[in-house]
């Protein structure tokens, strides 16, 4: 699934209109893709943010996500981020964080309306874009999409990948959880999949039932017949109905 992924996003990027490599930093990671609609109009925004248990994926295998939206008049950016244990978290959040900013001094050239911007992560890149959205961010987002993200890193620490990541990082969890952090106000949509074990079911609940004591409105989606790695299908147009309704209603994409 991911090398059919993969293999698709090589031919966006050399086929689609495309800013691609947008640096916000010194590494190759810390860059941002930004694919274009052919309107040339102001153009709403969906920021996508890879998963990979933070040490695995890149923004260039997910450019096949962009196609579908950018036909509906939509700009669609992939942001790139340095991956643990080479970094800490926190250091990824800033990368996010980073690359936010440079979407935001790159709006006007790009004709970007940032008043409707979707965010959106798939698991550790959900875990990403909670952080971004409660850390002030260059772009408030006009709603979230978060796709079987993990937003409590303790239950991690007992498992052999988790062990690994944060025994690199020496940080206590509360530091890189969103549950520590007043979450953003605009909408969030969290979407899950049925076939996804307990424990991502559960993050789900959690971060759905934290959201709401602060008051954010926050809609969650089980998807029907979808594990971890094909819950992100949900963002494709189509779909799934109810995340397309969502992304399009904040998107104003008609």
Known sequence: MRAAAAKRSITVRA????????????????????????????KPLLIFVHGGYWQLGCREDVAYL??????????????????????????????????????????????IDLNRVVLAGHSAGAHLAAMASASDPAIRPTASLLISGV?????????????????????????????SRQPGPEPAFL???AD???????????????????????????????????ALDCLKPGEDEATTRFVREHLGAT
């Open 15 to 42: 086929e689609h209109a495309a800013t691609l490599d947008r640096a916000y930093g010194a590494d190759p990671r810390q860059a941002v893709d930004v694919f274009l609609p052919a309107d040339a109009g102001a």
């Open 66 to 111: 962009a196609p579908p939206w950018t036909a509906l008049g939509v700009a669609v950016a992939t942001i790139g981020y340095r991956l643990a244990p080479t970094v800490t978290l926190p250091d990824i959040v800033v990368d996010v964080c980073s690359g936010l900013t440079v979407l935001r001094e790159s709006a006007a050239e790009f004709s």
């Open 151 to 179: 937003y409590d890193i303790g239950p991690l620490q007992s498992t052999t990948p988790g062990e690994a990541l944060t025994n690199s990082q020496g940080l206590p969890a509360d530091r890189v959880t969103p549950l």
């Open 191 to 193: 979407a899950v999949g």
């Open 196 to 230: 996804e074990t307990d424990a991502f079911r559960s993050q789900t609940e959690l971060f759905a039932a934290y959201c709401g004591n602060w008051g954010r409105p926050t809609t969650v989606q089980m998807l029907a017949g979808k594990n971890h790695f094909n």
